[in-house]
Protein backbone atom coordinates (compact mmCIF):
# COMPACT_ATOMS: atom_id res chain seq x y z
CA UNK A 1 0.00 0.00 0.00
CA UNK A 2 1.18 3.59 -0.70
CA UNK A 3 -0.01 7.23 0.44
CA UNK A 4 0.05 10.06 -1.66
CA UNK A 5 0.67 13.51 -1.25
CA UNK A 6 0.73 16.32 -3.85
CA UNK A 7 2.19 19.75 -3.27
CA UNK A 8 3.41 22.46 -5.64
CA UNK A 9 -0.30 23.97 -7.06
CA UNK A 10 -0.58 27.65 -6.81
CA UNK A 11 -1.82 30.66 -8.82
CA UNK A 12 0.35 31.69 -12.14
CA UNK A 13 0.05 33.76 -14.95
CA UNK A 14 -0.26 32.15 -18.40
CA UNK A 15 2.94 31.24 -19.87
CA UNK A 16 4.35 30.70 -16.72
CA UNK A 17 5.72 27.17 -15.10
CA UNK A 18 5.06 24.98 -12.53
CA UNK A 19 6.49 21.87 -11.20
CA UNK A 20 3.94 19.49 -9.11
CA UNK A 21 5.11 16.69 -6.45
CA UNK A 22 3.74 14.08 -5.53
CA UNK A 23 4.96 12.48 -2.72
CA UNK A 24 4.70 8.67 -1.91
CA UNK A 25 5.11 6.82 1.56
CA UNK A 26 5.24 3.08 1.67
CA UNK A 27 7.74 0.14 0.66
CA UNK A 28 8.73 -0.76 -2.88
CA UNK A 29 7.79 2.37 -4.72
CA UNK A 30 9.52 1.80 -7.69
CA UNK A 31 6.98 -0.84 -8.67
CA UNK A 32 4.02 1.82 -8.84
CA UNK A 33 3.39 2.89 -11.89
CA UNK A 34 2.08 6.63 -11.33
CA UNK A 35 0.16 9.26 -13.13
CA UNK A 36 -1.22 12.82 -12.96
CA UNK A 37 -5.06 13.36 -13.78
CA UNK A 38 -6.83 16.53 -13.36
CA UNK A 39 -10.26 17.61 -12.66
CA UNK A 40 -11.63 21.68 -13.49
CA UNK A 41 -14.41 22.87 -11.97
CA UNK A 42 -17.76 21.59 -13.71
CA UNK A 43 -15.81 18.89 -15.78
CA UNK A 44 -14.46 14.95 -15.31
CA UNK A 45 -11.18 14.11 -14.08
CA UNK A 46 -8.82 13.66 -17.08
CA UNK A 47 -5.81 11.94 -17.67
CA UNK A 48 -2.41 14.20 -18.20
CA UNK A 49 0.43 11.51 -17.93
CA UNK A 50 1.88 8.49 -15.92
CA UNK A 51 5.03 7.09 -15.81
CA UNK A 52 5.54 3.98 -15.51
CA UNK A 53 7.29 1.56 -12.85
CA UNK A 54 10.10 0.31 -15.49
CA UNK A 55 10.53 4.27 -16.74
CA UNK A 56 11.27 6.09 -18.58
CA UNK A 57 8.36 4.79 -20.28
CA UNK A 58 6.11 7.82 -20.51
CA UNK A 59 2.66 8.62 -21.59
CA UNK A 60 1.29 12.21 -22.14
CA UNK A 61 -2.51 13.55 -22.63
CA UNK A 62 -2.26 14.96 -26.23
CA UNK A 63 -3.26 18.48 -24.65
CA UNK A 64 -0.10 18.71 -22.27
CA UNK A 65 2.17 16.99 -24.98
CA UNK A 66 5.52 19.08 -25.45
CA UNK A 67 4.64 21.47 -22.40
CA UNK A 68 4.48 18.81 -19.33
CA UNK A 69 7.43 16.51 -18.51
CA UNK A 70 6.70 13.43 -15.93
CA UNK A 71 9.84 12.30 -14.06
CA UNK A 72 10.38 10.23 -10.87
CA UNK A 73 12.87 10.12 -8.01
CA UNK A 74 12.99 6.18 -6.80
CA UNK A 75 15.35 7.30 -3.62
CA UNK A 76 13.17 9.96 -2.76
CA UNK A 77 9.81 8.20 -3.46
CA UNK A 78 8.72 11.25 -5.28
CA UNK A 79 7.24 12.18 -8.69
CA UNK A 80 7.34 15.63 -10.83
CA UNK A 81 5.37 16.76 -13.20
CA UNK A 82 6.96 19.96 -14.83
CA UNK A 83 4.25 21.72 -16.41
CA UNK A 84 5.47 24.49 -18.50
CA UNK A 85 3.62 27.46 -21.12
CA UNK A 86 0.86 27.48 -18.75
CA UNK A 87 -2.50 28.06 -20.34
CA UNK A 88 -6.04 29.10 -18.42
CA UNK A 89 -7.49 25.67 -19.58
CA UNK A 90 -4.82 24.42 -17.71
CA UNK A 91 -6.48 25.19 -13.98
CA UNK A 92 -7.69 22.19 -12.45
CA UNK A 93 -7.01 20.14 -9.22
CA UNK A 94 -4.29 17.80 -9.83
CA UNK A 95 -4.33 14.98 -8.39
CA UNK A 96 -1.56 12.02 -8.64
CA UNK A 97 -2.10 8.10 -8.84
CA UNK A 98 -0.35 4.89 -8.32
CA UNK A 99 -0.84 1.72 -8.91
CA UNK A 100 0.99 -1.99 -8.78
CA UNK A 101 -0.89 -3.26 -11.08
CA UNK A 102 0.67 -4.11 -14.73
CA UNK A 103 -1.68 -2.87 -18.43
CA UNK A 104 -0.93 -2.67 -21.49
CA UNK A 105 0.92 0.96 -21.74
CA UNK A 106 -1.75 2.56 -23.33
CA UNK A 107 -4.14 1.44 -20.70
CA UNK A 108 -2.94 4.03 -17.95
CA UNK A 109 -4.57 6.67 -19.22
CA UNK A 110 -7.79 5.56 -17.74
CA UNK A 111 -8.44 6.55 -13.93
CA UNK A 112 -9.56 2.99 -13.02
CA UNK A 113 -6.35 1.65 -13.78
CA UNK A 114 -4.97 3.21 -10.39
CA UNK A 115 -5.51 1.83 -6.67
CA UNK A 116 -3.69 4.88 -4.80
CA UNK A 117 -4.98 8.37 -5.19
CA UNK A 118 -3.56 11.43 -3.57
CA UNK A 119 -5.87 14.72 -2.02
CA UNK A 120 -4.82 17.13 -4.83
CA UNK A 121 -3.12 20.37 -5.24
CA UNK A 122 -5.39 23.42 -7.00
CA UNK A 123 -3.70 24.91 -10.07
CA UNK A 124 -4.99 28.20 -10.92
CA UNK A 125 -3.86 29.97 -14.34
CA UNK A 126 -4.98 33.47 -15.08
CA UNK A 127 -4.77 34.91 -18.46
Known amino acids: QVELVESGGRLVQAGDSLRLSCAASGRDFSSYTVGWFRQAPGKVREFVAT????????LYADSVRDRFTISRDNAKNAVYLQMNILRPEDTAEYYC????????????????????WGQGTQVTVSS
Open 51 to 58: ILWGFPTT
Open 97 to 116: AATRSVYYTGNYDSEDKYDY
